[in-house]
T-cell receptor, first 120, second 113 residues
């Protein structure tokens, strides 16, 4: 079946511009995560959606970053007034259940190929 | 808070050599532990996982055992192949708390024929 897809694969923008990054999760997965991976580092958590709601946005670095998932499927990560320090690979992952309160097991997260963002 | 520390790379080995990549963690309670792999030009993939103490995760000849007493989850393989060349990430998540992953910095492995 189809995996997690992300578009665009590469995005080059100028400092101060607005960008949107899209994630299409595996069909039926209720949980969706965004991570950011800087060069030579492991991915860092940004935000977690359970269905349509942002259940944990503790990883968003500041209020320039915002994400939505209006219908509980596709998600968009939005970055305003981009800065050179925002340059990184942005990864999206989905899982069947995530942190649902009634789920006591451990889910597997399936990652997309990422969007490489370069801010000039 | 939760954190993962893994062996710094890069690691270069010859084919058929024994591999160990060290990983230690700091966490409250009983996290689940993972190894993810990123092959050249590909996305992150789950390699193996363990969800409780003394569990052993295994896949593709790789193994890792959840050691709560030493807070470790070292990755091992008895005989590596050129196709194992990739970046390996150790990670943890906490059940009931979004299950967001906390990753180590990654270890780049190169296997020479």
């Amino acid at each position: 079946g189809a995996g997690v897809s992300q578009t665009p694969s590469n995005k080059v923008t100028e400092k101060g511009k607005y960008v949107e990054l899209r994630c299409d999760p595996i069909s039926g997965h209720t949980a969706l995560y965004w991570y950011r991976q800087s060069l030579g580092q492991g991915p860092e958590f940004l935000i977690y959606f359970q269905g349509t709601g942002a259940a944990d946005d503790s990883g968003l670095p500041n209020d320039r970053f915002f994400a939505v998932r209006p219908e509980g499927s596709v998600s968009t990560l939005k970055i305003q007034r981009t800065e050179r320090g925002d340059s990184a690979v942005y990864l999206c992952a989905s899982s069947p259940r995530g942190g649902l309160a009634e789920f006591s097991g451990t889910d597997t997260q399936y990652f997309g190929p990422g969007t490489r963002l370069t801010v000039l | 808070g939760n954190s993962v520390t893994q062996m710094e790379g890069p690691v270069t080995l010859s084919e058929e050599a024994f591999l160990t990549i060290n990983c230690t963690y700091t966490a409250t309670g009983y996290p689940s532990l993972f190894w993810y792999v990123q092959y050249p030009g590909e996305g992150l993939q789950l390699l193996l996982k363990a969800t409780k103490a003394d569990d052993k995760g295994s896949n593709k000849g790789f193994e890792a055992t959840y050691r709560k007493e030493t807070t470790s989850f070292h990755l091992e393989k008895g005989s590596v192949q050129v196709s194992d060349s990739a970046v390996y990430f150790c990670a943890l998540s906490q059940p009931f708390r979004a299950q967001k992953l906390v990753f180590g910095q990654g270890t780049r492995l190169t296997i020479n024929p």
